[in-house]
């Protein structure tokens, strides 16, 4: 197979991307992967890779006319190398940065796992939080025997699995 860029040496250097369902595949021989940023002697950033291998004047207007508020940097500028300029940038490029996110890990919200113990104890806090609150609401109010019941509840909840 010919090199996709310069059509005259054999392509050994083959890439895979996908952007929003749409497989680009990309076939270059080494001298034209250098020349688009690939080095085949260090580690590659896909990131690195991809910002090269475009058409130059693929930036929309928009992406050239949406920009972060605080350090400059267009969407276009983001697109191209999937790198943010500071934090207000995850503000100001919210859409696409949760497009990305969405991309990666195919959910919105992390739903990752975490230790048994912690689970089991993250649930009861979630019962006790609730009624400690209640429990100084009560005594403020000089509600005493709902006061008295209520720690009674909690001491249950704390003695519990």
């Known amino acids: 197979m010919l090199c996709e860029s310069c059509g005259e040496y054999e392509a050994n250097v083959h890439l895979s991307h ?69 934090p207000v940038c995850y503000e100001s490029f919210k859409k696409e940065t949760e497009t990305v996110v969405d991309g990666y890990q195919h959910a919105s919200k992390h739903a990752g796992k975490m230790p048994a113990h912690y689970a089991a104890n993250r649930e009861k806090e979630a019962v006790l939080d609730p009624l400690r ?18 720690r009674d509840e ?3 909840e704390e003695t519990k699995g």
């Open 133 to 150: 609150r209640t429990l100084q609401e009560a005594i403020a109010a000089e509600q005493y025997e709902e006061a008295a019941r209520i």
């Open 18 to 86: 996908e952007v929003n369902g749409v497989v680009r595949k990309v076939n270059l021989c080494e001298e034209c992967a250098e020349k688009s940023g690939i080095s085949m002697q260090g580690p590659l950033s896909i990131a690195d890779i991809l910002s090269n291998l475009g058409p130059e004047d693929d930036e929309s207007l928009e992406d050239r006319s949406k920009s972060c508020s605080f350090c400059r940097i267009t969407l276009g500028e983001f697109k191209r190398t999937s790198r943010l300029g500071c």
């Open 154 to 156: 909690i001491r249950l």
